[in-house]
């Protein structure tokens, strides 16, 4: 059974840097084609995707916010940790991890399993 | 960027009733070589992280009842829901896979009429 818990401040001042991270179980991230990305979503809009680490340490971001983010993993404890620097107000959202199997046409692809999810509110 | 759009933002259906939902992508994201189609559909219901229902474009995920079903391919794709019931009362949304940056359309509300 995968599951997957995001934990962090939920409050974090304009200016400052956001450590969030992903505690798994139910798979390894060493596992071949096996991924974890950040998706986040501002109250009462759309998700948008932030990053994505792979099993062989490959890690992907989005170009918007690239200079912003660096995603790791530790897999001997099971977490991936997403740090978002020069955080503003609109960056406020509640921010997902989520599961991913397949690459480069294989498996899936989907996000098959998400955390609960945990808001932030970037505000003075 | 591979940018999609869905249409309509919102729609009410009656129940026993059938919806459908477009997406549409700014380029291609079918593959010659895999012979497959980039993209994924998710449900999510207030308060909860989105479900992925589907994958591939029309591969339906374990346990996703099948009154759901994706079909499409190319840049136009569509999710219907042959019969709608109360608890899929959500907001859908599709998402290309194709190409980084990963993206998602800005999502469909289906509500009951």
């Known amino acids: 059974q995968i599951t997957l818990k995001e934990s962090g401040p939920t409050l974090v001042k304009p200016t400052q840097t956001l450590t969030l991270t992903c505690t798994f179980s139910?798979?390894?991230?060493?596992?071949?084609?096996?991924?974890v990305a950040w998706i986040r979503q501002p109250p009462g809009k759309a998700l948008e995707w932030l990053a994505l680490i792979y099993w062989n340490d490959g890690v992907r971001y989005s170009p918007s916010l690239q200079n912003r983010l660096t995603i790791t993993k530790d897999t001997s404890k099971n977490q991936v940790v997403l740090t978002m620097t020069s955080l503003v107000p609109e960056d406020t959202a509640t921010y997902y991890c989520?599961?991913?199997?397949?690459?480069?046409?294989?498996?899936?692809?989907?996000?098959?399993?998400w955390g609960q999810g945990t808001m932030v509110t970037v505000s003075s | 960027d591979i940018a999609m759009t869905q249409s309509p933002d919102s729609l009410a259906v009656s129940l026993g009733e059938g919806a459908t939902i477009n997406c549409k992508s700014s380029q291609t994201i079918f593959s010659g070589s895999t012979n497959k189609n980039y993209l994924a559909w998710y449900q999510q219901k207030p308060g909860q992280p989105p479900k992925l229902l589907i994958y591939w474009a029309s591969a339906r995920e374990s346990g996703v009842p099948d009154r759901f079903s994706g079909s499409g391919s190319g840049t136009d794709f569509t999710l219907t829901i042959s019969s709608l019931q109360a608890e899929d009362v959500a907001v859908y949304y599709c998402?290309?896979?194709?190409?980084?940056?990963?993206?998602f359309g800005p999502g469909t509300k289906v509500e009951i009429k």
């Open positions: 139910g798979f390894s991230l060493s596992t071949n084609e096996v991924g």
């Open positions: 998402q290309q896979y194709f190409n980084s940056p990963l993206t």
């Open positions: 989520a599961h991913r199997q397949g690459y480069s046409g294989s498996g899936k692809q989907g996000f098959d399993f």
